[in-house]
């Protein structure tokens, strides 16, 4: 099921502070093309780097939740953004959704960092931050619908079910993936994970 769009119609503020997160996942994303591995080297998160030198690799927890490892990764990552966040902005106001989303992906890099202290893979996306606007959706607006696109069909489904279908996948997708997290790169679910917790936990005491 692919989310292409929600009710929007009790959003009552512009949301700014989506839109340059959006504009600002773009131009990171141009850099990091034109930087090529070096840039991802030097801002991706990477977790045993991290555990031998925080201070010196402390600015990359933020970085890296503005990178991405493509463009279908970019623009799945801002489909998402684009969708949920401008509620959870109208709901939350500007200052306190930045400091969210800032919150909500150092939460998925923690988590992830727990099951991956030794991995020397780069970590990168703002999957993990979105997971939290995911988190705080599902509970602020658990009734809400949201279309999704599921083959050919359109149809309008409430966000618990969609985004409830989404956290039990990378729930065990990350169950499933905990013992190779380490030795191997692809998604970081325990970083999706993490993201939602946060979101969810945030938004009860932020709303």
């Not at 997971?131 to 809400?144: I, K, S, T, W």
């Not at 993936?177 to 993201?195: C, P, Q, R």
Request: charge should be negative; glycine fraction near 10%.
């Amino acid at each position: 099921m692919l989310p292409i769009g929600d009710d929007d119609s009790s959003v009552r503020t512009f949301p700014i502070v989506n839109y340059a997160l959006i504009a600002l996942n773009i131009i990171l994303f141009l850099l990091e093309i034109d930087g090529g591995e070096a840039f991802i080297t030097r801002w991706a998160f990477t977790p045993s780097l991290f555990i031998g030198d925080p201070l010196e690799n402390w600015v990359t927890l933020f970085t890296s939740m503005f990178m991405h490892a493509g463009l279908i990764h970019l623009g799945g990552n801002m489909l998402y953004l684009w969708i949920f966040g401008n509620n959870i902005e109208d709901r939350l106001k500007h200052t306190r959704f930045l400091l969210f989303y800032i919150f909500c992906g150092l939460g998925a890099t923690f988590l992830q960092l727990y099951f991956s202290v030794e991995s020397s893979i780069p970590n990168l996306g703002a999957s993990g931050a979105i997971a939290g606007v995911l988190g705080a959706y599902v509970l602020m607006f658990p009734a809400r619908r949201v279309t999704v696109l599921f083959g050919r069909m359109v149809f309008p489904i409430p966000a618990v079910i969609v985004i409830g279908f989404w956290f039990v996948l990378q729930l065990f997708s990350g169950v499933n993936t905990i013992a190779s997290i380490s030795d191997a790169g692809g998604v970081a679910y325990m970083a999706h994970i993490g993201g939602f917790i946060t979101g969810f936990i945030l938004a009860l005491v932020m709303r």
